[in-house]
């Protein structure tokens, strides 16, 4: 099977077969390494993209199904973004296996809700397994990058107007 479809704003003309998962294209092929295979049955949220701005489980998705699709891995997250920052600073990454299926569920919240609430954030990031923090500090991490991100947004408002 021939595809094309995009990866962190980059052109890409996969040949595959269509039951290649896409964990293993942008792992194997890609060299994108961030998602990580954690379960292999979409239970823990460790390899989570976005597809189409939508948050995915990528062991569960068959590359037969992304042609024209775009495609963000957490090497598509700006290493200055407030959500990097804020989980650096609160402490949000302990042993990094969850990290970055935790950056991509609350890079998909955020995109949806900018300023959410701790229930909010809590239903955002439930698909995604921490055994490491207990996920007070990944919670706080997300609520500190709203605050940051909304302060930018009305600074830049503030100037352009």
Do not use: W
Request: aromatic residues 2%; negative net charge.
């Amino acid at each position: 099977m021939h595809l094309r479809l995009t990866v962190n704003d980059a052109q890409h003309s996969a040949a595959c077969r269509p039951d290649t998962r896409l964990l293993d294209y942008l792992r194997e092929t890609l060299g994108l390494t961030g998602a990580k295979e954690g379960c292999g049955e979409g239970e823990c949220g460790a390899c989570a993209v976005l597809v189409d701005g939508v948050l995915v489980n990528s062991c569960l998705v068959p590359m037969g199904q992304l042609d024209g699709c775009r495609v963000q891995t957490v090497e598509g997250v700006p290493a200055e973004s407030p959500l990097r920052r804020a989980f650096a600073a609160h402490g949000g990454t302990q042993c990094g296996i969850c990290t970055p299926g935790m950056l991509m569920a609350a890079t998909a919240l955020l995109a949806d809700h900018p300023h959410p609430d701790l229930a909010e954030i809590r239903e955002g990031l439930a698909g995604n397994l921490c055994r490491c923090t207990g996920y007070t500090r990944i919670y706080a991490a997300v609520a500190a990058a709203a605050e940051e991100a909304a302060a930018q947004t009305h600074e830049t408002h503030s100037r352009v107007g």
